[in-house]
């Protein structure tokens, strides 16, 4: 009999008693289960559900009524009533008159809430209200206005009491708010602090599609230009009011450089700054090396190389600034070897390899440019592998010709071998191409 | 004695009565499943509780053709399934030493050589992968493609799975049968 038979014939049919205590463990989860689950016919969850809840709103109903018996003044007594009024502009604060509670009450008194106006025209803070004036902070900058219907309305003399009575007592709400600053260079980063009185929920709108409902958000103007900010507040009662400011954007400046040449040899070379940047007035070069420039395209010598940072920051008309940093820009070593990748081999007959300055203005010998050679070994192979020269004196380049006769012009590969003064080894590789005139 | 019929009735209609009694009659198959999908008694109740708990709210699904029996095995398997599933981040601790081959040895063994609850210790001792493949190919009868799909592995991990769980039964087995020799 197999593994599979024995355990299906053993196995396949057992029985194992459990626990006697399962049984009723089982039971229980399920009629807690059952007691859950939506059955008309018997008491569960939802019946008790029911229960509560008309219990609580029986409860809710029940209990504002005595409240007012109970406090008819209370109420009345906590009613602020000040006024404002809105202005041409914007930067004029507001506050709104509370005047409903007074209509309920008594229409002879709300006639007497009208104009008491408050009002100040403002500096860069301005409060008019005494409780405001702790509100309105230190160094930001308040905006207020109101253009609700119903404090509109208010200003029109005996016609407001009866508005507001046709309103059954509405709750008017103001808007105001501050912003981390007003202006300020792309991107520009505002922090918004909804200053409004009691408010339901509000919405902001930033002028460039943007919107927010948060009651103090943030938001990043990227473009430059004029935002007009508008928040419009929403109160418990369906009220509404909005207020704006309007941002300045100033348009950021852009900094961008390029190094030349782009393999430099140094000190010998002296270094050339191209300056690619945009709406910037004002530059600042820091070279790396503790000199600095104010030219628009200055030029350097650098004594060494180094790991230096070479920075630019520009400046515009209005003050935004913008970087940009290279970092380290000559980390190159003072030894070198580099090797060009053509060379016109001379139909004149082999010359040894030897080149001056001559042979090295028509490139008719191939070899490279260098510093700080101690040892070398350069070979050159065709493309069939067959080394076509090779040469261990760094003053002796390749003229093109093997065993006599001129190579044919195509590629040719070389490989370097060798060691810097400075003991650190090389080894490179490339391909050149023999051109024949 | 109620009948199957009258049993299911009654607890589509979520009678109390009718659930115990299905309880009572059916606990000991229905644990005998799951003792060979746990690695230990309490392991194997929870099983069967969920088990119970779900043939219970679905017992309106099942169909009436077909063997009940049968359609209680399998949500028990599948519960067993789900809840391998849950404690899938065991999976791989596997100890080293199950993973070594084993010698052909005795590939016969005798029916009644071996109690059920010694087969069940060596199913329990089993690694949860190993056991998982072979309960469900070896006993329930599931295809290794099946198994595959059901445990979301290879198919030839289910196969080598099964191979080695094998091995390592036989392993048991016989160590099992050396000692009782011995006596």
């Known amino acids: 009999m197999s593994i599979r038979e024995l355990f299906r014939h053993k196995l396949g049919n057992a029985e194992i008693a459990p626990d006697p205590l399962l049984g009723s463990k089982l039971m229980r989860k399920q009629a807690r289960k059952e007691f859950i689950r939506f059955n008309p016919v018997r008491f569960n969850a939802y019946y008790l559900g029911g229960i509560l809840v008309a219990t609580i709103s029986a409860g809710i109903i029940l209990s504002p009524q005595s409240k007012k018996q109970d406090h008819p003044s209370s109420l009345n007594q906590s009613i602020s009533v000040s006024n404002v009024v809105s202005s041409e502009s914007k930067q004029i604060s507001a506050v709104q008159p509370e005047s409903q509670e007074q209509n309920s009450t008594n229409q002879n008194t709300s006639e007497s809430t009208q104009k008491k106006p408050a009002l100040e025209i403002k500096g860069p803070s301005v409060s008019n209200s005494p409780q405001r004036t702790t509100e309105e902070v230190k160094k930001n900058i308040v905006y207020t206005s109101i253009t609700d219907s119903i404090s509109k309305s208010s200003f029109q003399g005996g016609q407001s009491a009866e508005m507001n009575k046709l309103k059954g007592g509405f709750k008017s709400v103001d808007a105001s708010f501050e912003i981390s600053a007003t202006k300020g260079c792309a991107p520009l980063h505002l922090n918004f602090y909804n200053k409004s009185g009691s408010l339901d929920s509000c919405r902001w709108v930033f002028g460039d599609e943007g919107y927010s409902i948060e009651k103090n958000p943030d938001w990043i103007f990227d473009v430059e230009g004029e935002y007009k900010v508008v928040l419009t507040v929403f109160g418990p009662d369906g009220s509404q009011a909005t207020s704006s400011a309007v941002i300045t954007v100033f348009p950021k400046p852009l900094a961008r450089f390029e190094i030349a040449p782009e393999k430099p040899v140094l000190p010998k070379d002296e270094i050339r700054f191209f300056n690619y940047s945009t709406n910037a007035v004002h530059f600042n070069w820091d070279f790396g090396d503790g000199n600095s420039s104010d030219l628009f395209e200055p030029r350097h010598r650098f004594d060494k190389f180094g790991n230096y940072n070479v920075r630019l920051k520009v400046s515009s008309d209005l003050g935004c600034t913008d970087s940009m940093i290279v970092m380290n820009a000559f980390f190159g070593s003072e030894y070198f070897i580099d090797f060009p990748n053509a060379f016109f081999a001379s139909n004149q007959g082999p010359t040894g390899g030897f080149y001056s300055a001559k042979s090295d203005e028509s490139s008719q010998v191939f070899h490279p440019v260098f510093s700080g050679i101690t040892e070398y070994q350069l070979r050159i192979f065709s493309k069939l592998g067959i080394v076509v020269f090779e040469t261990s004196d760094v003053n002796v380049g390749w003229d093109g010709y093997f065993k006599g006769q001129l190579c044919d012009p195509g590629v040719y590969i070389w490989k370097v071998r060798g060691s810097f003064r400075s003991g650190e080894p090389f080894i490179k590789m490339g391909n050149v191409t023999l051109l024949r005139n | ?183």
């Open chain 2, 1 to 183: 004695m109620m009948s199957d019929q009258q049993i299911i009735d009654g607890c589509a209609n979520h009678e109390r009565k009718a659930q115990q009694i299905l309880y009572d009659k059916y606990s000991h198959f229905l644990l005998g499943v799951c003792m060979r999908y746990a690695t230990d008694k309490p392991e194997a109740e929870d099983i069967l509780q969920d088990s119970f708990l779900k043939i219970f709210s679905n017992i309106k699904d099942f169909s009436g053709t077909g063997s009940f029996i049968g359609w209680l095995r399998k949500v028990a398997v599948n519960t067993a399934i789900t809840h391998y599933h849950k404690n899938l981040k065991y999976r791989y601790h596997v100890d080293i030493e199950d993973y070594v081959s084993v010698e052909a040895g005795v590939t016969s063994f005798e029916e009644d050589y071996f109690t059920s609850d010694e087969l069940y210790q060596v199913l329990n001792e089993l690694p949860t992968g190993y056991r998982m493949v072979f309960n469900l190919y070896a006993v329930e009868g599931y295809k290794h493609k099946e198994i595959a799909e059901i445990l979301g592995v290879d198919t030839n991990t289910s196969k080598s799975q099964y191979s080695r769980a094998k091995a390592v039964i036989r392993e048991k087995l016989e160590k099992l049968g050396k000692l009782r020799s011995s006596y």
